[in-house]
Every structure is written in structure tokens, then in C-alpha cells.
């Protein structure tokens, strides 16, 4: 599994090394995302603040579209040290820890804010603390978004529309558990085989992001999206124990506010583009629902099962911890 991704590395860190020749320090960043979508323009942010404050002393090279390999791929080579950081999703640490699997469990938030406010609490400090014996140092959290559904046949206003659709899902147990639940037949693939796969119809549908269908122009192969909102998902950033530790203390907190700044930066933009997306999709000829808060509630009523028995997966006192953390941000 990692031969490719190696490779690949030694590629992109000659062709890096003419920009590194005056930093005493480089810090590569890998990613799946394309260069469109806002966690990228995000890190572009991160990148200039941590070059500007260290005086060039620290170069930051990233690498988009999965040109360092597949999430977990890149999450090993951070733990190995042949990367010195990566971005992936929040869940792909459940392969290491069952805990992360709370974080996307389906419809665990009523809103974006509530997860946040989770996500930025004693809660969420303690999933991040939690990498370290991962061999990482987890730097907070970026937003990927909130998941909806798209396909090429039907609209989705309730469960029973997903009953037998051909979805693709993240490589995630949870994700799966859900839209095996709700009747549909999840379809597990790595992220950059999903754009020819919609196009040959290999698959019905996928669901991400309002940003990544449109970053990805996955709107071009689909004609119906439902706002069915199931699951909110972050990343998390995770930077390299050893090479984190052997930073000055000024450059380790630099890191850290670089990144907390371009966690802001990217909440701007996020905030001005996720109506305009909606739009782009409709103009493309896709028929959007906007499913209501009923709606939804029974996609998140079908889907309590999964919850539940996550409990188990995650462990009960994890589970039950984040569940009072919730219940504590939405003030009830």
C-alpha cells in the first residue's frame, strides 16, 4: 500500500527542493481536497502566515487532489515521518481510535454552530489529545462541511427515495451503517475515482458538501440533490509528533495560531459562498430539493439505530461524553 505513495513523495520533494534552498525548515502538507475548494484556499492562509512569521525560516509546501495518496496513506506517512502533515478527514482516525467515530455520527448536531461549539470545547480538546499516541499533534479543526445526497435516480424527500440507490461513501463504517440503514446500497471508494464513476455509471450518486460537488463539478453527472444534511464532518489537521517537537517553541506556536487564523479565514469564506453553490448546482440543471426540519427529522429518526449502536463501537464512555457535550451546546 505505501510503495505508491512513497514514490510519489520523492517526486514532488524534488520538485520542491529549488523553493526550500533558503528554509532551514520545510513542512510539507498533503490533502485530498481540490485547489478550489475553501479548506485549500485555507491552507494557503496557513502557508503565508507561517512564512511571513517566521521570517522564511519555514517553507510550507502543499499538495493537493491526494497527490501525497489517499487520506490514510498520508495519515501513516505523517505517523512515519516521511510527510510532515496532513489534513484528512476526522474520521479516518477511527481506524487508529473508535472514539473519532462519534465526531460523524449521523444527524449528532441540530446545527453547524452546535458542532463547533463542541468540536472547540473540553470535548474536542480531548479527541486532539488523543492522536498523540498516534505519533501526531493534532492542530484543531477545519470545516469540510455539511453532507448531502446526490444521485441520477430520484429525489430524496425521504428514506424510502434512497432504497436501492448505488451511493457512494467514505471508506467510513459509520457512513456505511447509515445509508445501509436508510435502504440505499453504499458504495466505498476512494475520493478521486468518484467524478468517472458517477460519469459511467458505476454508481447512482455520491454525498458530500455543498463545495466539494461544486469543486469537483460533480453537478455535471447528477441530477438531483436533496439538502438531506446527515452529517456534519471536519477535518483535522495533524502535523508530525517528532518533527512538531523538534520546532523551536516560537515555531510550534506559530504553527498553531497560523492554523486557528486560517480556521477564521475559512469560516469567511465559507459564510459567503454556500448560497452561491446552491445556485451554481441549479444552474448546471441539477433539481435541487431543500428538504424542511421534518423533513429531516425523519432521516435522523430512521437513523437512531446507528447511533445507538455506536455507543458500543465507540465506547460508552466516550459516546456518552460527547452526547452530554452536545446536549450541553444545544441547551438542553
Avoid at 129 to 149: D, F, T, Y
Avoid at 255 to 269: G, H, I, P, T
Avoid at 278 to 295: F, P, S
Amino acid at each position: 500500500m505505501f510503495k505508491k505513495s512513497t514514490l510519489t513523495l520523492g517526486v514532488v520533494m524534488s520538485a520542491g527542493l529549488a523553493f526550500a534552498a533558503s528554509a532551514e525548515t520545510v513542512i510539507k502538507v498533503g490533502h485530498g481536497a481540490a485547489e478550489a475548494f475553501h479548506m485549500h484556499r485555507a491552507l494557503l492562509k496557513f502557508e503565508e502566515l507561517v512564512e511571513a512569521g517566521s521570517n522564511g525560516e519555514i517553507d510550507v509546501q502543499i499538495f493537493p487532489s491526494s497527490q501525497m495518496g489517499p487520506d490514510r496513506e498520508m495519515i501513516e506517512g505523517v505517523q512515519t515521518g516521511v510527510l510532515e502533515m496532513a489534513i484528512p478527514p476526522s474520521s479516518f482516525f477511527a481506524g487508529w481510535d473508535p472514539a473519532f467515530a462519534v465526531i460523524e455520527l449521523p444527524y449528532m448536531y441540530s446545527s453547524k454552530d452546535i458542532a463547533f461549539d463542541v468540536l472547540d470545547g473540553d470535548a474536542g480538546d480531548g479527541m486532539l489529545a488523543r492522536v498523540e499516541n498516534q505519533g501526531l499533534v493534532g492542530l484543531g479543526w477545519l470545516e469540510l462541511g455539511v453532507r448531502n445526497v446526490t444521485n441520477n435516480v430520484r429525489p430524496v424527500a425521504a428514506p424510502a427515495d434512497l432504497e436501492g440507490v448505488k451511493l457512494r461513501t467514505m471508506k467510513v463504517p459509520a457512513h456505511v451503517a447509515t445509508f445501509e440503514t436508510l435502504g440505499a446500497n453504499p458504495t466505498p471508494m476512494n475520493f478521486g475515482e468518484v467524478y468517472s464513476a458517477l460519469q459511467q455509471g458505476v454508481i447512482d450518486g455520491q454525498e458530500n458538501p455543498l463545495a466539494i460537488i461544486t469543486s469537483q463539478r460533480f453537478y455535471e453527472v447528477q441530477k438531483y440533490l436533496s439538502t438531506t444534511g446527515h452529517v456534519f464532518a471536519v477535518y483535522m489537521p495533524v502535523i508530525s509528533k517528532p518533527f512538531f517537537d523538534s520546532l523551536s517553541a516560537e515555531h510550534q506556536q506559530l504553527v498553531r495560531d497560523s492554523m486557528a487564523a486560517a480556521r477564521d479565514y475559512q469560516a469567511e469564506l465559507v459564510a459567503n459562498e454556500d448560497a452561491e453553490q446552491l445556485e451554481q448546482i441549479r444552474a448546471a440543471g441539477v433539481e435541487v430539493l431543500e428538504l424542511t426540519a421534518e423533513q429531516r427529522q425523519a432521516f435522523a429518526d430512521k437513523t437512531e439505530s446507528v447511533r445507538l449502536q455506536y455507543r458500543n463501537e465507540v465506547g460508552a464512555e466516550a459516546y456518552d461524553d460527547w452526547v452530554a457535550a452536545v446536549s450541553a451546546a444545544s441547551g438542553s
